[in-house]
């Protein structure tokens, strides 16, 4: 059973946010972890963003603010999708959702998809953000 967290749509790959992380996704949650710390980073993000891996979002990737828990967000990462990225491609995902995360806290009215890529852009080559979005509308279309 799925609990659902928070319905806040904050990015192109959001919908919800849900907990229930499969055991053996703990070693794809530190990795994905590793990367959202290093890009927040080098993005001057200085919220908390934890990682959950889930067996599914509807999304693929999502990322929303914490319910009652001012300055935390709740990235959720759907296992088989992450798992089918090459690092680049992860990197580029979590990139764009930290950029939905940078427009939330400096101007959430502004929330658009080209503007996370453009956040994006400032950590990662943009090139990159083409073959994920192909990966995320085949994976759309599959569904």
Not at 26 to 41: N, Y
Not at 89 to 108: K, R, S
Request: aromatic fraction near 6%.
């Amino acid at each position: 059973m799925l609990k659902q967290l928070g319905r806040t749509c904050v990015a192109a790959l959001c919908v919800s946010v849900f907990a229930s992380a499969p055991a053996h996704a703990a070693g794809d949650r530190e990795r994905i972890q590793q990367i959202v710390d290093d890009l927040k980073t080098r993005l001057a993000i200085p919220q908390t963003i934890n990682v959950t891996v889930v067996r599914t979002n509807p999304k693929l990737f999502s990322v929303a603010p914490v319910e009652h828990e001012n300055g935390t967000f709740l990235l959720s990462v759907e296992e088989d999708f992450a798992q089918a990225l090459n690092e680049d491609e992860l990197t580029a995902a979590v990139a764009h959702e930290l950029g939905h995360v940078w427009i939330y806290t400096h101007f959430p009215y502004l929330q658009t998809e080209e503007l996370a890529n453009d956040v994006a852009s400032r950590v990662i080559d943009r090139g990159t953000l083409g073959p994920l979005y192909d990966k995320v509308w085949k994976k759309a279309a599959a569904d």
